[in-house]
């Protein structure tokens, strides 16, 4: 079974970069779907950043659009999201995730989960 592990997190000012990579083990990542989400204090799971396992489709929510680039390295098993130009309100626990049937940011669709990693933006 694959599993997914989240890393990378840690406390940046406004306007820094920070790359949170999505570590799997098992076999057949190169078969799963991969997105990233977040969850800041008191509200809902959202979707950031989605790619599909083989043809490249990429999805990012348009509150990241140009400041988050998601990239997967099948051989060495690892999701990245590179975060730049970060704000207060990315101040979240980021999550990846994986499933089979494409690319999405809902997190109702994904299986499997791993923990998260803290992100958090000084203004």
């Known amino acids: 079974e694959v599993q997914l592990q989240a890393s990378g997190g840690g406390l940046v000012q406004s306007g820094g970069s920070l790359r949170l990579s999505c570590a799997a083990s098992?076999?057949?990542?190169?078969?799963?779907?991969v997105g990233w989400f977040r969850q800041a204090p008191g509200k809902e799971r959202e979707g950031v950043s989605s790619?599909?396992?083989?043809?490249?489709?990429?999805l990012y929510a348009d509150s990241v659009k140009g400041r988050f680039t998601i990239s997967r390295d099948n051989v060495k098993k690892i999701v990245y999201l590179q975060m730049n130009t970060l704000k207060a309100e990315d101040t979240a626990v980021y999550y990846c995730?994986?499933?089979?049937?494409?690319?999405?940011?809902?997190?109702?669709?994904?299986?499997?989960w791993g923990q998260g990693t803290l992100v958090t933006v000084s203004s």
């Open positions: 995730a994986r499933r089979i049937g494409g690319p999405s940011l809902r997190p109702e669709v994904y299986n499997y």
């Open positions: 790619i599909s396992r083989r043809d490249g489709t990429i």
């Open positions: 098992g076999l057949t990542f190169d078969g799963w779907d």
